[in-house]
């Protein structure tokens, strides 16, 4: 069976863009597949976090990616950071990919440009993520459109290692599914909607409530042509909500503006159609999160799952680079 493998980082709330993009079709992937599901903790401390919130949120993701209905029986879902040999074939990819290409990744030109503090960790991430991927043997990396770039350098990355040194890995490719794959903040409609850096008010979070479902998308930004046409350069705001609605009720979103006429029932329907999606997430979750001891008695598990896996594949990697035998962890 094809492995599938993704992850998503701990970095604040799940939004309905991470939802749409990403995580439903991880879960109907999980029964299609040998899914590996990963919290990448150690990617969010690219940019400095708050210890005892990173704690908290690597833990609440866990939780909310069981409620958005991951069932760690069929797929593994575990946390980074459990697995070691995620940061030890990170330092391998980092002597494998070039300085020129990680210069080149989208994501690093928008994280760096208004920060004042940008980590080394922050640019070399892409051979994280490499390192991630390419430890489970994965097949197919399902993600949202931003990743696109990223998936291409691990492809890359696991071709100039295979004949720089054997082959050692398999080469991945990523699959980005059309519906949904870029769910755009509702008040800035040229940007994606993000977790860490979206708008409150242009960002629908899993958990919100159907008021504020309501009121994020009744106040979302349109423009003044007055007409309901899927035309993402020309009316950003209707056509991204012509997507969230054509995503939320599995219609493609081209075909939906031919049934409006008016803003107004479009986002009405809009909203109408996310509460029906979040509601039974929101529920699934409240339960999970009053048993914590559970979610983490899982995780625990599942490291040990997930080490075997990536323990395997480091082994073959230090080989081919020719480390010595004899580390004091049986090496
Ligand atoms: P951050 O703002 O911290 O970078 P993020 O919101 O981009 O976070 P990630 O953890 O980086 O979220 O991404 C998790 C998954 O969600 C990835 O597969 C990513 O492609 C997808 N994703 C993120 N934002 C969107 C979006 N606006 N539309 C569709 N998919 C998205
Ligand atoms: N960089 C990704 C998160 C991520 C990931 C991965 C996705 C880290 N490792 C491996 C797919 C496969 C992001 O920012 N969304």
Known sequence: MPRVFSGIQPSGDVHLGNLLGALRHWVAGQWEWDAVHCVVDLHAVTVPQDPAELRASTLRLTQLLMAVGLDP?????????????????????????????????????????????????????????????????????????????????????AIRFNSRYGDTFVVPRHRIAEAGARVMDLQNPTSKMSKSAGEAPGTIWLLDDPPAIERKIRRAVTDSLGQVRYDTVNQPGVSNLL???????????????????????????????????????????????????????????????????????????REAVGFLPGGNWGW
């Open 73 to 157: 029986e069929v797929c593994l879902i575990f946390v980074q950071s459990h697995v070691r040999e995620h940061t030890e074939l990170a330092w391998l990819l980092q002597c494998t990919v070039s300085f020129g290409d990680l210069r080149r990744m989208n994501q690093f030109k928008e994280k760096s440009a208004d920060a004042d503090f940008v980590s080394a960790g922050l640019f070399t991430y892409p051979a994280l993520q490499a390192a991630d991927v390419l430890l489970y043997d994965t097949d197919i990396v399902p993600v949202g459109d931003d990743q696109r770039q990223h998936i291409e350098l691990t492809r890359d990355a």
């Open 243 to 317: 997507d969230i609605l054509g995503a939320a009720t599995g219609r493609p979103a081209a075909d939906l503006e031919e049934e409006y006429d008016s803003y107004g029932t479009l986002k009405g329907d809009c909203a109408d159609a996310v509460v029906a999606l979040l509601e039974p997430i929101r529920r699934r979750f409240a339960e999970l999160e009053a048993d914590p001891g559970h979610t983490q008695g899982l995780l625990r598990q599942s490291a040990e799952r997930a080490t075997e896996i990536a323990s395997r594949t480091m082994g073959r990697a």
